[in-house]
């Protein structure tokens, strides 16, 4: 699994027995049935306890891979079970707001995925069941995640605009030497961040906010007193990312969440910050890893020097739908297509025979280098997942669908108008981002949710329920 680059965080997910496949007797549960009991009520949908406990064990499994401290059994419940809720909260949301997938969408992901890992399709299967997950359950796992993607991508993404100031307030925050000394400006700064976050509800009582931030304040004492920051994270933090050890990954300066921008950049690898505020509750951010960039992240960059970006040479096959094409036929198109080129037909020789793209069509597809800011937000988040070679599933864009394939990439030297671009790229992925979270926040709050966990044992308890109701 070391080998594995997405593997972990999917097959943290890949755990679930569906509760539509449970039968149920009448009346209260008996003591035998303990497996099949309802441990949460979310609107219409519950969650059983054989759900929850393959969903412990799995996540258990990568904790100990990871040689994490694996806190007691019934924190890590809490946090798988608050994990599953926000899994079924955004399928429905799916389905509500029309958004699918089908199985030709859902393959070619797949088969993305096990390129990415340097893998065929019968080398990912054995690899997900040796870790006690059965395919099927996988693929519908995956079926989720791309669900939630296109998910925000509908209800956040589209709706994000970026205005001239804010581009050029972070040109001359990058310039100045602050938000970490040029993340974009020349520097090249990233930083890779974990954060602890105590969450507050929307409309707190003074009470409530006070029991968050005593709550935080614990955390951060511990952490002062050498508590490790991933094991506190994933016992305290009520973030997306707690069962990561609080884990956000790689972010430029221009991609630091709004509220983490001041403090990231003034810590040394190792540090924590003091209490956030932020409408969401209180934060604790730390700094692991920083790459790029010159060490003095507080000198400015030369304001003559271009900023170098990662440039990327693909290639694509557009199809617009039509009245006399649909959007899904559009797809299923792609769909074929990219099947033709993995079974060895050329992508040059399909893309003049069947892309809507006339000016790239004549040169087999070909967009030339590009570098960030350059596509729309879409088509660029997709073709950043790819590896050279490796060919996208179908997506959609304002354009139309699209197949792309990168070719190579290259550092190289950005024009003043390609970088503002980036920038502006980079502004509106930091805001859907905040969004996102507030959406999901939103989404957990409004939802009826009724919890079935006693309160310090394993087993369900009717008794002990908790009611939560908007």
């Known amino acids: 699994m070391n080998k594995l680059l997405l593997l972990p965080l999917l097959l ?235 884990d956000l990954g790689w972010r430029s300066a221009d991609q630091l969440p709004t509220l983490f921008a001041d403090a990231v950049p003034k810590l040394r690898p190792g540090q924590f910050s003091d209490l956030i505020r932020s409408p969401s509750g209180f934060h604790i951010v730390k700094l692991l890893e920083v790459r790029g960039g010159s060490p003095e992240a507080s000198s400015p960059a030369p304001a003559a020097k271009a900023a170098l970006v990662t440039q990327t040479h693909a290639r694509h096959i557009l199809l617009r739908s039509s009245p006399q094409r649909s959007d899904e036929e559009s797809r299923q198109k792609l769909a074929q297509l990219r099947e033709q080129i993995e079974n060895g037909q050329d992508f040059a020789a399909l893309a003049r025979a069947n892309s809507d793209d006339k000016n790239s069509a004549v040169r087999g597809g070909d967009l030339g280098w590009t570098s960030p800011g350059t596509m729309v937000p879409q088509f660029e988040q997709e073709m950043a997942k790819l590896q050279p070679n490796q060919i996208s599933p179908p997506f959609k864009t304002p354009f139309g669908w699209h197949l792309v394939q990168v070719l190579e990439r290259r550092q190289g030297s950005a024009s003043p108008e390609v970088e503002r671009a980036r920038i502006r790229e980079a502004l509106m992925r930091r805001r859907a981002d905040e969004e996102w979270e507030l959406a999901l926040r939103r989404l957990r709050d409004e939802a009826y949710i009724e919890v079935r966990l006693a309160p310090d044992s394993t087993l369900p308890a009717a008794s002990s329920a908790t009611k939560e109701a908007p």
């Open 12 to 246: 943290l997910l890949s755990v679930a027995v569906r509760a539509e496949e449970m039968t149920f007797g009448p009346g209260p549960e008996a003591a035998g049935s303990t497996l099949d009991a309802i441990v949460a009520v979310v609107n219409d949908d519950v969650i059983t306890r054989r759900e929850l406990d393959a969903a412990v064990a799995q996540i258990e499994h990568q904790l100990q891979q990871k040689k994490v401290p694996i806190p007691p059994r019934p924190i890590v419940e809490k946090q798988v079970l608050e994990r599953l809720i926000l899994t079924h909260l955004q399928v429905r949301a799916a389905e509500r707001n029309g958004v699918t997938i089908d199985d030709a969408t859902l393959n070619a992901a797949i088969d993305t995925l096990a390129q990415r890992n340097h893998m065929n399709l019968t080398q990912l299967r054995q690899t997900i069941e040796k870790e006690g997950v059965s395919f099927a359950q996988f693929r519908d796992d995956i079926r989720k995640e791309l669900l939630s993607t296109r998910l925000r991508q509908k209800l956040v993404d589209s709706q994000i605009q970026v205005s001239e100031q804010d581009v050029e307030s972070m040109q001359a925050q990058l310039a100045s030497g602050q938000s970490g000394g040029g993340g974009g400006g020349g520097g090249g700064r990233e930083y890779h961040i974990a954060q602890i976050l105590i969450t507050v509800p929307e409309n707190a009582s003074p009470a409530q906010i006070e029991a968050a931030k005593r709550s935080a304040g614990e955390a951060l004492a511990q952490l002062r007193k050498g508590a490790d920051f991933q094991q506190l994270a994933v016992s305290m933090s009520s973030g997306r990312q707690a069962l990561e050890g609080g």
